[in-house]
């Protein structure tokens, strides 16, 4: 129900008669896609619209985070990358890492 004053009659009536019997239970099993990678007009976008903070306070915590080894922050405008590119190569660089180098491995 979206009506607020519906819901709130339900609610007195639930309250009022102290007993309820559930007649069916219905159960939907909810995904999440994973977040795209942000460059960083997007991320700016966000972070004064959703933080509420201007873009250059923004990427500056990023930027600290990125330093500290908390996020990965690629200073890059695009998502798009060369059909060359050789990702196994840059993945394996990754391997010897302690904190990352096992999930590379298993790639």
């Given at each position: 129900l979206f009506d607020r004053f519906c819901c709130f009659i339900l609610y007195e009536m639930c309250v009022q008669a102290r007993v309820g019997v559930i007649t069916?239970?219905?159960?939907?099993?909810?995904s999440r896609w994973r977040p795209v990678p942000l460059n960083t007009i997007e991320f700016s976008k966000l972070v004064t619209?959703?933080?509420r903070m201007s873009?250059?306070?923004?990427?500056?915590?990023?930027?600290?985070?990125?330093?500290k080894g908390v996020i990965s922050y690629p200073r890059t405008e695009t998502n798009a990358y060369s059909e060359t590119m050789d990702v196994r190569g840059l993945v394996a660089m990754q391997?010897?890492?302690s904190v990352w180098g096992p999930y590379?491995?298993?790639?």
């Open positions: 069916s239970v219905q159960v939907k099993p909810k619209l959703k933080l873009a250059q306070h923004g990427l500056s915590i990023a930027e600290q985070l990125y330093q391997q010897t890492h590379a491995r298993a790639l």
